[in-house]
């Protein structure tokens, strides 16, 4: 198992430069990883913004994955309403996620604004839908981020499997969702 400290999380590098956080350099930093470490196909789960950076990993190289995980994840644009100026200080859902996360000890609020700009300056499309990776999307019946899940996995041709009584911040720590990704996993 391989799990990327992404930039701008963790002990990685921090970087207040958005462009540093568009999509496409996550898709390289992942793809150079893999190189590195010799692996050629993996299955990838993501959940958030790490479900955006699974499919676009498996829309860029898709002979890289073998399959794909994407919870707590849809195709609302999760920084409507944001003034992505000042994360968090709003009242939408993800001013409601970035304040949790930019309190976690260890983080750096202006690098994760910086994340958050990086990521709404290319808005996720579900066009062209993945197809020819057997795709899972998992959300808490209450996340307001994870709104078209259901539709996003129907258009791929994948299953969608709702945690009930969860939301963005519990969906992931329940004992269904680790379930779901298993089972899903083994087929």
């Keep these: ?28 930093d992942l793809l150079a990883m893999l190189d590195e470490s010799g692996v050629d196909k993996v299955d990838v789960v993501g959940y958030s913004m790490g479900s955006r950076l699974a499919w676009e990993l498996a829309s860029t190289a898709p002979e890289r994955v073998r399959r794909v995980v994407l919870g707590g994840f849809g195709t609302k644009n999760a920084f409507a309403g944001t003034d ?12 409601t996620v970035y304040r949790t996360v930019a309190a976690l000890p260890g983080n750096d609020a202006a690098a994760l604004a910086a994340c958050a700009r990086g990521q709404a300056a290319r808005p996720f499309e579900a066009e062209p839908p993945l197809t020819g990776i057997p795709l899972m999307v998992v959300s808490g019946a209450r996340d307001a981020l994870a709104e078209g899940a259901a539709e996003l996995a129907e258009r791929c041709g ?9 939301d963005h911040a519990n969906a992931v720590s329940s004992r269904a969702f680790r379930q779901a990704v298993l089972d899903f996993l083994a087929g």
Excluded: C, N, Q, W
């Design 1 to 28: 198992m391989i799990g990327p400290d992404l930039r701008g999380h963790g002990t990685s590098d921090k970087p207040t430069d958005s462009a540093l956080y568009l999509p496409e350099h996550f898709v390289a």
């Design 84 to 95: 992505l100026s000042d994360p968090g200080s709003g009242d939408t859902p993800f001013d």
């Design 158 to 166: 994948g299953t969608h499997v709702e945690i009930p009584g969860r």
